[in-house]
C-alpha cells in the first residue's frame, strides 16, 4: 500500500501572492494590489481583511507606497527561472499557481487578450515542462480586476460571469497542454472575505449577506461553464473545485454543541456539494428561506450547474477549530480565514493556527466518503518565523516534524482507501501571506530575503526542509 505511483508530489502559489511586477508588460490592478500591510493582531482576521471604498481609492491614488506588499510579491515575474530551477531540484511532479486575470485582461472587460501577459505564462509553462513538472493552473485565486469590483461590485453582478469566461477561454486556447485545471480558490472564503475571494465592496452592498450568496451563485454558474468549455476544448483536461477544509469539532460532548458543529460542517461543505453534484442541498436552500436569502436563479443556470459538475475536489487544510452553542467560554483562535475555539489538546503555530495532523486523515476520509471523486490536497503548510543564518542555512526542523506527521496521516487515508491524486505544499517558497500581507510568515521550503516592508537582497536560500522534502518525493513518500 501507500501512495500511488504516479503520485503528484509538489507545491503551491498564487500569482498575487509571489509575481510583483504589479503594473509591468500592461497588467492592470488587482484587488490583491490594494491589500495594505497590517499591524493587527494576528487573530484578527476580519480586521486583517476589512477594505472600504475610501481605503480603495487611497491605494490607487498611491502607486508609489510601499504598504502594499502583494504589489511586489518575491519578483517571480523575473526569477521564475531560478525558482523553478530550484523546484525540480526538490524532485516535483507538479506545481499549483495561478493565472493573473489583470496580466490577460487589464480591467477584465478587454475582448483580447493582452500579448505580454500571454507571452509570460507561455514561458512560465515551457519552463515547467522543461523539468517534467505538470501545472496545475488556478484560474481565479484572490486576483480578479480591481476594475470589477469597484464598477459592478464584483461578482454580486452577473455580468462578471461572461468576463470570467472570456477570461478561461482564452487561457484553454493558450495553453492546451495543461491536463489539471482549478476554477476558482477557495470558494466557499466568499462569505468570509468578499472583497479579496469575490470583489464585493461591503460599503456598496445594501444586503451583503445577499450580495455574498448571489456572488457564490454566480461563481458556480462561471465554474460550470468553464468546467464544460475545458473539457471540450482539452478533451484530456481534469477540472476540479476547491473548498476550505474548515474542519470543526464540537467543543464538548453535549448534544447541542455537536448541534453546532454539524451544522458548521455543513456550511463548510454547500460550495463543494454544489460544484460536485450539481444542486443546491435541501439543508441550504432552507437556510436560505430562514435568512431571507433571495437569489436571482435561472432553470437555464441551475441545468448548467447539474450538467458539469467536477472531476475531482482539492481543498486547503491547515488547522482544525473547535465550536460550541455557547462560544462565550471558548479561548478564540486564529485559522486559515477564520476565528475559531482553540482545542486545548493541540499545539498550535507562531501565528496560533493549531496543529491537528489527524484532523487531514479525517478531512480525507470524511470528503472521500461524500463524494466518491478522486481527492488532491491543494494546501497544507506551517507559517512560522524562520531564522537565516550567517552560512545561509535555516534549520527549520519544525517544519518537517509539521509536513512529517501530516504525511504519515495522508498515507493512512489512502491505506484507508482514499483516490488521492496528488499533495501541494502551500507554499514551497516563501511568499506575501494572502491575509496581513508579511513576508515574516514564511512557509517555504526556500527562503526568500525580504522583510514584511520589502527590505532585503530577494535572494534564495534553501531550508533544511528543502533536502528532507527532497527525500520524500524521492522515496514517493516512503522516506519520512
Not at 498575487?16 to 495594505?36: H, T, Y
Not at 464538548?252 to 456539494?273: G, W
Request: hydrophobic residues 35%.
Amino acid at each position: 500500500m501507500g501512495f500511488r505511483k504516479d503520485f503528484l508530489w509538489g507545491g503551491a502559489v498564487a500569482a498575487n501572492q509571489v509575481e510583483g511586477a504589479w503594473n509591468v508588460d500592461g497588467k492592470g490592478l488587482s484587488v490583491a494590489d490594494v491589500a495594505r500591510l497590517k499591524t493587527t493582531a494576528r487573530n484578527n482576521y476580519r480586521q486583517q481583511v476589512a477594505i472600504n471604498s475610501s481605503e480603495i481609492s487611497k491605494a490607487i491614488a498611491d502607486p508609489t507606497s510601499n504598504n502594499y506588499p502583494k504589489r511586489r510579491g518575491i519578483d517571480m515575474y523575473h526569477h521564475f527561472q531560478e525558482d523553478i530551477k530550484l523546484f525540480a531540484g526538490m524532485g516535483f511532479k507538479v506545481f499549483r499557481f495561478s493565472i493573473a486575470w489583470t496580466r490577460l485582461f487589464p480591467t477584465g472587460e478587454e475582448k483580447t487578450p493582452n500579448a505580454a501577459g500571454l507571452h509570460y505564462y507561455h514561458r512560465f509553462i515551457a519552463e515547467l515542462r522543461k523539468y517534467h513538472i505538470e501545472p496545475l493552473i488556478t484560474l481565479s485565486h484572490y486576483e480578479m480586476p480591481l476594475s470589477l469590483a469597484v464598477k459592478y461590485n464584483g461578482w454580486a453582478n452577473k455580468r462578471v460571469i461572461d468576463d470570467f469566461v472570456r477570461f478561461a477561454q482564452v487561457c484553454f486556447d493558450n495553453f492546451p497542454e495543461v491536463k489539471y485545471w482549478l476554477t476558482f480558490n477557495e470558494i466557499d472564503s466568499v462569505t468570509r472575505h468578499p472583497f479579496t475571494s469575490a470583489g464585493i465592496v461591503p460599503d456598496k452592498s445594501n444586503n451583503l449577506l445577499q450580495d455574498e450568496f448571489q456572488a457564490l451563485h454566480n461563481q458556480f454558474v462561471a465554474s460550470s461553464m468553464v468546467t464544460k468549455l475545458c473539457h471540450q476544448m482539452i478533451p484530456h483536461s481534469m477540472i476540479g473545485c476547491m473548498l476550505t477544509k474548515l474542519t470543526t469539532y464540537p467543543a464538548t460532548a453535549k448534544p447541542i454543541d455537536i448541534l453546532a458543529a454539524f451544522n458548521k460542517n455543513t456550511m463548510n461543505y454547500f460550495c463543494s456539494d454544489v460544484q460536485v453534484k450539481g444542486y443546491y442541498p435541501p439543508l441550504i436552500r432552507q437556510y436560505f428561506k430562514h435568512n431571507s436569502i433571495h437569489l436571482d436563479v435561472t432553470k437555464r443556470e441551475l441545468a448548467l450547474i447539474a450538467n458539469n459538475t467536477v472531476d475531482f475536489v482539492s481543498f486547503s487544510y491547515y488547522m482544525s477549530l473547535l465550536t460550541a452553542s455557547d462560544k462565550s467560554g471558548l479561548e478564540l483562535t486564529s485559522g486559515n480565514t477564520i476565528v475559531g475555539g482553540k482545542n486545548p489538546y493541540l499545539p498550535t503555530t507562531d501565528w496560533g493556527w493549531t496543529i491537528d495532523p489527524v484532523g487531514l486523515r479525517l478531512s480525507l476520509l470524511q470528503l472521500f466518503d461524500r463524494y466518491h471523486k478522486p481527492l488532491f490536497v491543494a494546501e497544507n503548510g506551517v507559517g512560522a518565523t524562520d531564522q537565516l543564518n550567517s552560512d545561509g542555512s535555516i534549520n527549520d526542523e519544525y517544519r518537517i516534524n509539521y509536513f512529517r506527521q501530516h504525511f504519515r496521516e495522508m498515507k493512512k487515508a489512502v491505506n484507508n482507501g482514499v483516490d488521492l491524486l496528488g499533495y501541494t505544499s502551500w507554499a514551497p517558497i516563501d511568499l506575501v501571506s494572502a491575509s496581513t500581507s508579511q513576508m515574516s510568515k514564511r512557509y517555504g521550503f526556500i527562503y526568500v530575503d525580504l522583510d514584511d516592508h520589502g527590505r532585503g537582497t530577494n535572494k534564495r536560500y534553501k531550508k533544511d526542509s528543502y533536502y528532507w522534502y527532497r527525500d520524500v518525493i524521492l522515496s514517493n513518500g516512503e522516506k519520512l
